[in-house]
């Protein structure tokens, strides 16, 4: 399914989707306790401030960055895999980066 963005047709504004741990703070925070608020609209916050993240389900990734160090590595190693391991990284994060080293769309490290 596609997402498409678009105003709505009643007022002509966007709906902006909020997901997970982020949803439940911003609903906590909207409808706090005693706020004046139809019934049905606190019913919805307190069920989506109340979620909680499934077990085994993941949380957004955070990319790592490269340091000048692990790159001096990658360099001298020369070799994805054998990097990867040595970096505890993943074979194409060492490839695509190693690429871009010797490309120069990266600076190499001094």
């Known amino acids: 399914m596609e997402r498409n963005v678009r105003r709505n047709a009643r007022d002509g504004m966007y709906n902006v989707l909020w997901t997970n741990e982020a949803a439940g703070r911003l609903a ?16 919805a916050a307190r069920s989506i401030a109340s979620w909680v993240r ?13 340091s000048p160090d692990e790159d001096g590595v990658l360099l001298d190693i020369n070799s994805p895999t054998a990097a990867a391991e040595a970096l ?23």
Do not use: H
């Open 54 to 66: 499934p077990e085994g389900m993941r949380a957004a990734f955070t990319p790592r960055r490269w």
């Open 88 to 110: 505890g990284r993943t074979v194409p994060s060492c490839n695509i980066r190693l690429w871009r080293l010797r490309t120069g769309q990266v600076p190499r490290p001094v």
């Open 28 to 43: 906590a925070g909207l409808y706090y306790p005693d706020c004046l608020a139809l019934e049905r609209k606190r019913a």
